[in-house]
């Protein structure tokens, strides 16, 4: 069983940046495909950043390419989302989400595909 513990949000204000961290206990962190999704208010929980199990592949949603880096440490168990430029239309709560197959060859962009979440994180934009 895969525990992801979030860390990192908070009050920023535009154009400011932020790092969330999520570390991982439980099973073969290394060998999963891990997501950062966001989720505001009365809407639905959407892909911000997927990385593959290597790290050596990532995609970004348009809203946020070229200004969130999603990386990860696979000897720290622990993956990052480096946030800069932020807007206040960033504002959410973000969580990460850890997908159960190992050694895949995706990475995956659907919340109903990832099966191990972190607690959410509020992320506040103030313009």
């Not at 990192?8 to 154009?15: E, M």
């Not at 290394?30 to 997501?35: E, V």
């Not at 973000?94 to 595909?113: F, I, N, T």
């Amino acid at each position: 069983q895969v525990q992801l513990v979030e860390s990192g949000g908070g009050l920023v204000l535009a154009g400011g940046s932020l790092r969330r961290c999520c570390a991982a206990s439980g099973g073969t962190f290394s060998a999963y495909a891990m997501g950062w999704f966001c989720q505001a208010p009365g809407k639905e929980r959407d892909s911000v950043a997927a990385i593959h199990w290597t790290g050596g592949r990532t995609y970004y949603a348009d809203s946020v390419k070229g200004r969130f880096t999603f990386s990860r440490d696979n000897a720290e168990n622990t993956v990052y989302l480096q946030m800069n430029s932020l807007k206040p239309e960033d504002t959410a709560v973000y969580y990460c989400a850890a997908h159960p197959k190992q050694y895949s060859g995706h990475y995956y962009l659907r919340a109903d595909e990832y099966d191990y979440w972190g607690q959410g994180t509020q992320v506040t934009v103030s313009s």
